[in-house]
């Protein structure tokens, strides 16, 4: 299983950093993604800027979300590097 998101902040350059139910930080650079299909909703810098925590994960409000284990496994990869 994997930890809830409990909080999201928006950061310089497309990177949100994430805290973990479990105590875990990381990071998450979207700019890898924003030219693929839904999400280039959030390519907007305010757009982008308005994410939140629902429902274990993340979501912005024109209907963009991530998979709470994607958003997991990609913060894991980002402390590993």
Same mark, same amino acid.
């Given at each position: ?10 950061? +310089? ?5 994430? /805290? ?8 998450? $650079?979207?700019?890898?993604? &924003? !030219? ?7 390519? +907007? ?5 308005? /994410? ?8 912005? $409000?024109?209907?963009?979300? &991530? !998979? ?14």
């Amino acid at each position: 299983m994997y930890p809830s998101v409990k909080e999201v902040t928006p950061g +310089d350059d497309y990177i949100l950093s994430i /805290v973990f139910d479990n105590g875990e930080r990381g990071v998450l $650079d979207m700019k890898p993604i &924003l !030219d693929f299909g839904i999400f280039k909703r959030i390519k +907007d810098y305010e757009t982008f800027r308005r /994410v939140k925590v629902a429902f274990d994960t993340i979501e912005w $409000d024109c209907g963009v979300d &991530l !998979d709470p284990e994607y958003v997991y496994a990609r913060c894991k990869a980002s402390n590993a590097a």
